[in-house]
Each structure stands twice: as C-alpha cells, then as structure tokens.
C-alpha cells in the first residue's frame, strides 16, 4: 500500500475567559455525523490549508495561520486577528490510514469576554455550554451541527464518560490547557516557543521561520 502524503491542514482552539466561575472556556464543534472523516467528533474550528491561503509569498506556516483564521470564520462566524493566533503543535496523521493531515495547531485568547452569559444551549452529560453577546457563534447546521463553550477539564471529563467524541489531538491540547484559570496564565505558558510537534521527526513540520 503506498504510503499518502498528509494534507497540510490548520486548526484552532479559541479561548476566553469565565469570570464568573474563573475558569477559561473551549470553543468546541460538534462535525456531522455523516462525514467521512471525524464524523461526530467535537473539534476545534479549521480545515485544510487552500491555495488562496498563501497570499501571494507567504509560506506554509503562515497560509497555516490565515487558512486557521478562515475556517473560523466559515465555520463559527467568528473573525480572529490572525496577529492573536500563537503556534501551539503540529501534528501529523500516522501512514497507512485513507486520510492524513498534516495539521498546524495554533491558540487564540478571546480577551473581550467580560460580559454575563446571555444564552444558555442544551446540555450534554450535564455540562452546559453557552453562548456570549460578546462572543456570537453561528454554525451551519450541515458540516457542523453543534457548539459548546466547555472549561477544558469538563470537557476531558466528558469524553472519558463517553459524552463527547474527541480526537487524541484535541484531549492533548485540552490537557495542557486545563491547569490554566487566566487567559494571561495560559498565553504565558505557550509563548516560549515550545511546540509539540507528533511525530517528534515529522519531516512535514515547517518552522514559522522556514
């Protein structure tokens, strides 16, 4: 069987702040069922890295960044300033498998959520995720047909109760994201420039300055 070479594809996780319940807050969305690849599973928003990313000279990491940005917005609603967006993981899909990615995985810290929660979705094994005037997600009901602002513990909590559906990328990032209560916290702990990258050798990872 010949070996398939990974799509390059970009994702990322936007946080905010609770402070209410000081805790921070995971965007998650839930992928159709009926889709071939992850089907079901609860994601972050992103998708594969299009031409039109490159922008002209830019290389992959940086069309990485912009394609990030605009599947967030095609999926969500929401626009980020790709200047917030930090470099977080890479991670590549195992050989021999019908679909593999190549996936730039970056964070960005949602420091306009300061406002009471306005709305309040359905629950899911207990936990409720909700929506903020600051913070308007709109989903389209076809590739994506379910959202959850979720503090990364809960979220973990879920998925090993079998509520949610999460890929071993996602858990990993939602573990590194857990012991954080402060968005300021957080964005200290992964802007010194330690990026995971699985597998250790990918020859697929492109520094941002390469």
């Known amino acids: ?74 999926e969500t609603g929401l626009i980020l300033d790709p200047g917030s967006l930090v470099h977080i993981a890479h991670w590549t899909t195992p050989p021999n498998l019908v679909r593999r990615f190549s996936t730039w995985f970056f964070v960005c810290p949602l420091y306009s959520h300061a406002s009471p929660h306005v709305g309040v979705r359905s629950e899911i094994g207990g936990l409720v995720g909700e929506t903020n005037a600051q913070t308007p997600v709109t989903i389209d009901n076809s590739e994506i047909l379910d959202f959850r602002w979720l503090a990364p513990p809960r979220a973990l909590a879920a998925a090993e109760q079998g509520d949610l559906v999460i890929a071993q990328p996602t858990r990993a990032t939602l573990v590194t994201f857990a012991g954080h209560a402060t968005l300021d916290d957080l964005m200290s702990s992964v802007t010194g420039g330690n990026i995971h990258v699985y597998p250790d050798n990918s020859p697929y990872y492109q520094p941002a300055d390469k």
């Open 1 to 74: 069987m010949t070996e398939l070479e990974p799509v390059p594809a970009a994702t990322v996780a936007v946080v905010r702040e609770n402070p209410q319940q000081q805790l921070l807050e995971v965007l998650l969305l839930q992928r159709n069922v009926d889709l071939a690849f992850m089907g079901g599973h609860w994601v972050f928003p992103g998708g594969r890295v299009e031409q039109h990313d490159y922008d002209g000279e830019l290389n992959l990491h940086q069309a990485a960044c912009q394609a990030a940005v605009r599947e967030t917005q095609e």
